[in-house]
């Protein structure tokens, strides 16, 4: 068990050392290729994720607190930043500054998580709520509800946001004009 112990630490360590190592090679060698700039900022996201989410699961809320509402506004540029790197493929470099619009939900998700973790709810709340939801734990308090009803309408809204941005996957290539 200590060993199944020490390989889970690992994988979720290597998760975010791989996608950032590969942002930055991909920084270093863009070559003034825009795509690969825009696929650089999709792994770094993905790392950022995956660092947050091992601080989440390890429990280490000193060091994840103060990042929980960039957490929240990360995973909702997963799907945008890979739409508009797909749109840097197929679409010339003039018409891609019509796509920005796309990074919206993340920054509304970013102001809307901070006014809510870091105003609303005070940090020890916030961390009691974040341990305590683990558990199943039921929660009295009005702020709690708050908490627990935001974290259905974020999962809710990445759901919808899949689906959307899957089927604008599907339709990006024809797009393409070589």
Do not use: C
């Amino acid at each position: 068990s200590n060993l199944m112990e020490h390989i889970k630490v690992i994988l979720l360590i290597a998760s975010f050392l791989f996608p950032l190592a590969l942002s930055i090679a991909l920084l270093v060698d863009s070559k003034k290729n825009l795509s690969r700039k825009i696929m650089a900022v999709v792994l770094l996201n993905t790392s950022i994720i995956f660092i947050l989410n091992y601080l989440y699961f390890e429990q280490l809320y000193s060091l994840y607190l103060p990042f929980h509402s960039l957490h929240a506004a990360s995973e909702f540029m997963v799907f945008p930043v890979i739409y508009i790197y797909m749109k840097s493929v197929v679409l010339p470099r003039n018409k891609l500054i019509n796509e920005v619009w796309h990074l919206l939900p993340g920054l509304i998700m970013f102001l809307l998580a901070s006014y809510i973790f870091y105003i609303y709810t005070s940090r020890e709340d916030l961390e009691f709520f974040l341990r305590k939801n683990r558990e199943g734990y039921e929660f009295s308090d009005f702020k709690f509800t708050v908490l627990i009803v935001s974290r259905y309408i974020d999962l809710g809204l990445l759901a919808i946001q899949a689906l959307l941005y899957s089927i604008a996957y599907m339709k990006s290539p024809k797009d393409y004009t070589d």
